[in-house]
Nanobody, 127 residues
Framework: QVQLVESGGGLVQAGGSLSLSCAASGRDFSTYDMGWFRQAPGKEREFVAT????????YYADSVKGRFTISRDNAKNAVYLQMNSLKPGDTAVYYCAARRSLSASYYSRQSDNYNYWGQGTQVTVSS
């Protein structure tokens, strides 16, 4: 069965950095898109970034573009989210997600399109 396990969350001051990891298992993810989403208290889950496992191509939400970097490590079957210049508005539970890739040019920002989810990791940015 598919398992996605996030780690790396924590408390950081504004302007600081954190790196999240997602360990993926239970499937050959080479034909999958991997995504990071986040959900703040009282808000809907929102898209952060996605990467195509096969090509490494990426797509970001405007709110994190230039500050966050998504990457993957084929050997470790892991996906990462490097977060720099963090702001209090980035405070949320961050989730790793996976979906079968439809095409080389299609990126999904919709959480409903992702079939597999991790349990989430808390990121808190203090001002």
């Amino acid at each position: 069965q598919v398992q996605l396990v996030e780690s790396g969350g924590g408390l950081v001051q504004a302007g600081g950095s954190l790196s999240l990891s997602c360990a993926a298992s239970g499937r050959d993810f080479s034909t999958y898109d991997m995504g990071w989403f986040r959900q703040a208290p009282g808000k809907e889950r929102e898209f952060v970034a996605t990467i195509k496992w096969s090509t490494g191509s990426t797509y970001y939400a405007d709110s994190v573009k230039g500050r966050f970097t998504i990457s993957r490590d084929n050997a470790k079957n892991a996906v990462y989210l490097q977060m720099n210049s963090l702001k209090p508005g980035d405070t949320a539970v961050y989730y790793c997600a996976a979906r079968r890739s439809l095409s080389a040019s299609y990126y999904s920002r919709q959480s409903d399109n992702y079939n597999y989810w991790g349990q989430g990791t808390q990121v808190t940015v203090s001002s």
